[in-house]
């Protein structure tokens, strides 16, 4: 009897250990079977959207209780509640237009767009600093003693140009000097194929051209830039490399190191045109306008600004603090689009150069120098480095036409395709210009710029004249 009872409450205690372990199995299956539910009808969702963007947008809520499909995007979405969640929902409605297709969705997706237009800049606001200069100016201002850099990329048989007599190596007349940077091969190249293009010229002078270039800033932007400007030296051989940054304040040390690459390997040169790649350059107009003058003697000639005043707007490209200029006048300089100058005042410029202080402007800072050599700037009318102005006193001309540029010198701010079609227009041999019907009876002339106008305080930069197509 005894051994009855023992064997009785081992298969109960048995049973009820089976009984317990299939009760906490169908427990976990609910468990599973509800957090399942849960996760595909995306309840756990709501209050988070609802505590951080409560009142952002309306998409929120409806994002958050849409069904399986929000569920199976989950992941996109930041796993803690105090990170940004409103970038995540733009790329979302943007990325799959197709599941939008019942008209509800359409409904709350225009509601959504209408308030990120509220939400969006409000938060690009906050991460802008007015109040900050563009450029770092004192550190500038702790830096500019260093203004001696490498040269990585040299080309010192450029002014070597053999003569007619066997052995006899000759200057070039002009040396043409473009700024430009290395992403621009375009631009270079479109120079070399028309108004930059080296060779010998009516009555037999040479002009040789050379590309001024620093080192890239942003190198990701332009992945071997460095091969890239080493076959392209291999090629034309044309490219001179300083290693400095090629920044915009950084120019003013292009044009200290390349008057002292003149000094040193172009000595003799006659004449130097110095302008951006960006300009329409007529050499032809330009030899012509050389014709008489003398080499050893000062020239400088361009498109001169008198009585400029420093940019104190710190949105302007060319904002300059009192700190670092406190005059209320620059002194008089030329525009940076192009200007001539002889192989005398070049050599001049190199020691002069070295002497001033560094200004961020460059073109400002040639305009010092300038006054330093004691050599005034000469003014002439066919250097349009601020484009052309539509003239009132002749609104038939249309002001692409190559008739336009003939008697013109440098004009600024030309594409690559414009630069490539007026050349080529003006040297088509069809082009005439003597038979057009005038509707003035005076000669048509250029109009003067005034003192006061050159001495607004403009900002230089921008295309305010030239007529955009």
């Given at each position: ?8 409450r ?71 509640p105090?990170?940004?969640?409103l970038?995540?929902c ?12 019942s008209?509800?969705?359409v ?24 109040t900050m ?76 051209t050379?590309?001024?270039?620093g ?29 400095f ?46 014709q ?17 005043k ?7 490209k ?14 008089n ?15 001049r410029?190199?020691?002069a ?28 009318q ?22 336009f540029?003939?008697?013109l ?61």
């Amino acid at each position: 009897m005894l051994r009855k009872m023992v064997m009785m409450r081992r298969i109960l205690h048995v049973k009820g250990d089976v009984m317990c372990t299939m009760l906490l199995l169908v427990l976990f299956c609910l468990l599973l079977y509800a957090r399942q539910v849960v996760l595909s009808s995306g309840w756990d969702r709501p209050v988070w959207k609802l505590e951080i963007h409560g009142s952002t947008s309306s998409s929120r809520t409806l994002l958050a209780t849409s069904g399986a499909k929000v569920g199976q995007e989950s992941p996109e979405f930041p796993s803690s509640p105090s990170e940004p969640q409103l970038p995540a929902c733009n790329p979302q409605s943007k990325s799959k237009p197709p599941q939008a297709k019942s008209k509800p969705q359409v409904k709350s997706k225009g509601r959504s767009k209408s308030r990120q237009k509220n939400v969006v800049p409000t938060k690009a606001a906050g991460n802008l600093l007015p109040t900050m200069p563009p450029f770092d100016f004192e550190g500038y201002l702790r830096e500019k003693d260093n203004r001696n850099f490498k040269l990585l990329i040299d080309q010192p048989e450029k002014c070597h140009i053999r003569g007619a007599e066997e052995g006899s190596i000759t200057a070039p007349y002009m040396l043409i000097a473009v700024k430009s940077i290395a992403a621009d091969f375009d631009k270079r190249q479109v120079v070399r194929r028309t108004w930059g293009k080296e060779g010998r010229f009516q009555n037999g002078v040479s002009i040789r051209t050379v590309f001024l270039l620093g080192v890239p800033r942003n190198r990701t932007a332009l992945p071997l830039w460095d091969r890239l400007l080493a076959y392209e030296s291999q090629t034309f051989r044309d490219i001179l490399l300083w290693d400095f940054e090629d920044t915009f304040f950084n120019l003013t040390l292009k044009e200290t190191h390349f008057l002292k690459w003149v000094n040193s390997s172009c000595p003799h040169v006659k004449f130097i045109f110095k302008g951006d790649a960006d300009v329409y350059v007529n050499v032809e107009n330009i030899l012509e306008m050389l014709q008489g003058q003398k080499p050893d003697e000062d020239l400088f000639v361009g498109d001169i600004i008198i009585n400029a005043k420093p940019i104190r707007r710190r949105s302007s490209k060319y904002f300059v603090p009192e700190f670092v200029y406190g005059g209320g006048l620059y002194p008089n300089y030329a525009g940076g689009g192009g200007f001539v100058m002889s192989g005398h005042t070049a050599r001049r410029l190199s020691s002069a150069c070295q002497q001033v202080e560094l200004f961020p402007i460059d073109d400002v800072f040639l305009g010092m120098c300038l006054q330093l050599i004691g050599v005034k700037p000469s003014r002439h009318q066919g250097f349009r480095t601020f484009g052309i102005p539509r003239p009132s006193a002749a609104p038939h001309l249309q002001t692409f036409d190559p008739c336009f540029y003939q008697e013109l010198m440098v004009v600024h701010s030309l594409s690559v395709p414009q630069i490539w079609l007026m050349w080529n227009l003006l040297h088509d041999p069809k082009l005439s210009c003597h038979n057009r019907t005038s509707l003035t009876s005076w000669p048509f002339k250029w109009r003067e710029r005034t003192e006061e106008e050159a001495g607004e305080e403009t900002d230089y930069g921008e295309k305010r004249v030239f007529i955009t197509h």
